[in-house]
């Protein structure tokens, strides 16, 4: 793109800075209160509740082929850990004060695919398995779905293909639970995406098509061959809605957690949520629901790496999808591989304007750092990627934070907040990945 697109931006000094590869906090400027913000967004809570009452038609069908639910009764969902000895460590290392708890919110222990993915990835493949079964006759609504495991099931799904292009985990998600109900699934990976991924998706029974190409190339080739075959189905991780349903579901299944943990969230109790952003799909689906159910009482900011801002960019700027982190020079490069996303989903851009808070941007040293200092503090090991979400509680003290929490008069309801970095993947690195990562330092 030509560079004339500065003269259309706003943030002019603050995108300067993030050309530059700086580290920035981006404080939105369109947040509106959160009823006249739903106004204009045509997704509602009762779409919310469709997408749970799938996921618990289909409880019984995952609980059968995936036994680790069975604690569960086959739900997919994570643990809510405080982590006051990470909170300590945090604000000494980082010279910050966190006032109120923290709380980690692990959805790198997910059940089946170890990441946020198996939200929001296996939600779309079970939406598109019950579309086709109702479509054709095989099963209603009423049914026990653990039909969804026979061989007849299996067989007939065979017919059909699903592809995604993916960095890895929305892959993971994708590929295990198609190949599991029996579809033909091929996974675009982009040249980032680790080779245990590819190696276990293969092992799982899902094709591989390997690109040297970036994640938007995957997802471009993957949806031309999608779309040429009609028998194919492809999972738009840009354009999505059952996906960001599927996300959002997240916030109506952690009022239990908060109930169970003695967690209040009201106009005297804040609470604040940290999730690590892609191409915006599983931030901007949680953010959703979160909004949804707490409204003004829960600030949800954003966590990218220096050189692929991407829903920075494109939010800051107001250019939303138009623009990617190319055309301000950045390589969109990162360790922080499920981060890897030059252009953000124009759609959730749209979605999330006046619901997000703001956005902070960090160099990928800090994540290796981060992740170390959670084994030392708390014995829990996520991936680097997820360890951006910390640098949320550490940007308190940052002005852009303070000038954000007096604008909103929540100076003296500080020590009552409850604040979550969402740990976004993790649990299936294996041994020998961890440990590489564990002596890794950029820095
Ligand atoms: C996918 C992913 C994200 C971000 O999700 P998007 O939908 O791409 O924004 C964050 N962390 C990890 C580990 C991921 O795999």
């Given at each position: ?6 003269n259309r931006?706003k943030?002019k000094?603050l995108?300067e800075?993030?050309?530059?590869g ?6 939105n400027e ?12 045509n997704?509602t809570?009762?779409d ?7 996921l618990?038609?289909f409880?019984p069908?995952?609980?059968?082929v995936f036994?680790e ?6 739900l ?6 405080e ?6 460590q ?9 006032p109120g708890?923290?709380?980690?919110k692990?959805d790198s ?5 170890g990441?946020?993915k198996?939200r ?6 079970l939406?598109h398995a019950?579309?086709?079964a109702?479509e054709?006759?095989?099963i209603?609504?009423t049914d ?5 495991a026979s061989?007849?099931?299996?067989e007939f799904?065979?017919q059909?293909?699903?592809?995604v292009?993916s ?7 994708i ?6 109900l029996?579809f033909h699934?091929i996974?675009?990976?982009s040249?980032?995406?680790?080779q245990?991924?590819k190696d276990l998706?293969?092992?799982?029974g899902?094709e ?10 995957a997802?471009?080739?993957?949806r031309?061959n999608s779309d040429?075959d009609?028998?194919?189905y ?5 354009n999505?809605?059952?996906l960001?349903?599927g996300y959002a579901v997240?916030?109506k299944r952690?009022?239990?957690?908060f109930a169970?943990?003695g967690i209040?969230v009201?106009?005297?109790?804040p609470l604040?949520?940290?999730i690590?952003?892609g191409?915006g799909g ?16 829960v600030?949800?900011?954003?966590l990218?790496p ?16 138009e623009?990617c982190?190319q ?8 360790h922080a591989?499920?981060l890897?996303?030059?252009r953000?989903s124009?759609f959730v851009?749209?979605?999330i ?6 956005i902070?941007?960090?160099?990928d040293?800090?994540i290796?750092?981060?992740?170390r200092m959670?084994v030392?503090?708390?014995d829990?090991f996520?991936?680097p990627?997820?360890c951006a ?5 550490i940007q308190l003290?940052s002005?852009?934070m303070?000038?954000?929490?007096k604008d ?14 969402w740990a976004?993947?993790g649990?299936?690195v294996?041994e020998?990945?961890?440990?590489e ?7």
């Amino acid at each position: 793109m030509d560079k004339s697109f500065w003269n259309r931006v706003k943030n002019k000094a603050l995108l300067e800075d993030v050309s530059k590869g700086r580290e920035v906090n981006w404080i939105n400027e369109n947040l509106k209160d959160t009823e006249t913000a739903m106004q204009a967004i045509n997704i509602t809570m009762a779409d919310i509740d469709d997408a749970e009452a799938r996921l618990i038609r289909f409880a019984p069908f995952i609980q059968k082929v995936f036994p680790e639910t069975a604690s569960q009764n086959g739900l997919i969902e994570s643990p809510l850990t405080e982590i006051p000895k990470m909170q300590k460590q945090l604000e000494e290392v980082y010279h910050t004060a966190i006032p109120g708890h923290l709380f980690l919110k692990q959805d790198s222990h997910l059940a089946i695919s170890g990441s946020v993915k198996a939200r929001g990835g296996i939600y779309e493949v079970l939406k598109h398995a019950e579309d086709l079964a109702l479509e054709h006759g095989k099963i209603k609504l009423t049914d026990d779905y653990t039909v969804f495991a026979s061989p007849k099931f299996k067989e007939f799904f065979g017919q059909f293909k699903i592809q995604v292009g993916s960095t890895g985990n929305l892959g993971l998600s994708i590929g295990i639970m198609s190949a599991a109900l029996g579809f033909h699934v091929i996974v675009h990976m982009s040249a980032d995406a680790k080779q245990w991924k590819k190696d276990l998706l293969r092992q799982r029974g899902a094709e591989v098509i390997e690109y040297a190409d970036d994640y938007s190339k995957a997802v471009e080739v993957g949806r031309k061959n999608s779309d040429a075959d009609p028998m194919s189905y492809f999972v738009d991780d840009e354009n999505s809605v059952t996906l960001f349903l599927g996300y959002a579901v997240a916030a109506k299944r952690i009022q239990k957690q908060f109930a169970e943990n003695g967690i209040v969230v009201d106009a005297d109790h804040p609470l604040f949520v940290y999730i690590p952003c892609g191409v915006g799909g599983a931030p901007g689906g949680v953010t959703f629901g979160f909004k949804q159910f707490f409204g003004d009482n829960v600030h949800v900011f954003f966590l990218e790496p220096t050189q692929a801002p991407c829903m920075l960019v494109g939010m800051a700027s107001g250019l939303q999808n138009e623009i990617c982190v190319q055309d301000f020079g950045l390589s969109g490069q990162t360790h922080a591989d499920g981060l890897a996303v030059g252009r953000a989903s124009g759609f959730v851009g749209a979605t999330i304007n006046h619901i997000l808070s703001g956005i902070f941007s960090l160099e990928d040293y800090h994540i290796y750092d981060l992740m170390r200092m959670l084994v030392d503090t708390e014995d829990i090991f996520i991936e680097p990627s997820a360890c951006a979400s910390f640098w949320g509680p550490i940007q308190l003290k940052s002005p852009e934070m303070q000038k954000y929490i007096k604008d909103n008069a929540l100076t003296d309801k500080m020590q009552n907040a409850v604040h979550i970095p969402w740990a976004t993947g993790g649990s299936l690195v294996p041994e020998e990945i961890r440990k590489e990562y564990m002596q890794t330092y950029l820095k």
